[in-house]
């Protein structure tokens, strides 16, 4: 392989592009996203990324026996070889490997843009997320549920929300975000 004078120039100057690793590209998102939550992105979007940084972490040091890798060197093979480590030694099905996929690409993406990394590994690449088969409770199993003496105050209250979020149709996210103020609210506007 040929370099041009500008890539030695760059190279040991140390702005050489293909020393990027997959790591420095992970943290390099994270902290972008960290800038702008409150705006435009929620705390558990990190926390997902952050989570597959661990993962990567992991797979580099069980499977490759090495602390970091170069972006140069994030192939499709390297994707391929992940994405079995996620799902056989971690355990994670399908759709949790394709959550997991979309934001390693996303990363990729960025690492792309920023030229950092000139061809991209997940080209080839692909998994869909499987629609889970939905299960409903019934008039009776939720009334069940309601009545159901629980040992605790802490599992009673699970239960609770869990009863609030099937008569209302709430997702849990929603309901954990709900206070005092917005009942007194909708009390106002029912009464």
Same mark, same amino acid.
């Given at each position: 392989?040929?370099?041009?004078?500008?890539?030695?120039?760059?190279?040991?100057?140390?702005?050489?592009?293909?020393?990027?690793?997959?790591?420095?590209?992970?943290?390099?998102?994270?902290?972008?996203?960290?800038?702008?939550?409150?705006?435009?992105?929620?705390?558990?979007?990190?926390?997902?990324?952050?989570?597959? *940084? @661990?993962?990567?972490?992991?797979?580099?040091?069980?499977?490759?026996?090495? %602390?970091?890798? +170069?972006?140069? !060197?994030?192939?499709?093979?390297?994707?391929?070889?992940?994405?079995?480590?996620?799902?056989?030694?971690?355990?994670?099905?399908?759709?949790?490997?394709?959550?997991?996929?979309?934001?390693?690409?996303?990363?990729?993406?960025?690492?792309?843009?920023?030229?950092?990394?000139?061809?991209?590994?997940?080209?080839?690449?692909?998994?869909?997320?499987?629609?889970? *088969? @939905?299960?409903?409770?019934?008039?009776?199993?939720?009334?069940?549920?309601? %009545?159901?003496? +629980?040992?605790? !105050?802490?599992?009673?209250?699970?239960?609770?929300?869990?009863?609030?979020?099937?008569?209302?149709?709430?997702?849990?996210?929603?309901?954990?975000?709900?206070?005092?103020?917005?009942?007194?609210?909708?009390?106002?506007?029912?009464?």
């Amino acid at each position: 392989m040929l370099f041009t004078s500008h890539q030695v120039r760059e190279f040991v100057l140390g702005n050489d592009s293909s020393q990027y690793t997959l790591l420095e590209a992970l943290d390099y998102q994270i902290n972008h996203l960290k800038a702008r939550v409150g705006n435009d992105i929620a705390p558990a979007t990190i926390k997902s990324y952050e989570v597959v *940084k @661990r993962k990567v972490i992991a797979f580099l040091q069980s499977e490759r026996a090495m %602390e970091d890798v +170069l972006l140069s !060197e994030v192939s499709y093979q390297f994707i391929s070889e992940f994405d079995q480590f996620i799902r056989v030694k971690q355990g994670l099905h399908n759709n949790g490997v394709v959550k997991n996929m979309q934001q390693l690409k996303r990363v990729i993406t960025v690492a792309i843009s920023n030229e950092w990394i000139s061809k991209n590994p997940f080209a080839k690449y692909s998994c869909k997320i499987i629609e889970p *088969k @939905r299960v409903f409770l019934t008039w009776e199993e939720l009334k069940s549920l309601e %009545e159901l003496m +629980l040992p605790n !105050e802490r599992l009673a209250r699970v239960r609770d929300v869990f009863v609030f979020s099937c008569y209302t149709g709430l997702a849990y996210s929603d309901v954990s975000k709900l206070s005092k103020a917005h009942i007194s609210q909708w009390m106002v506007r029912i009464g």
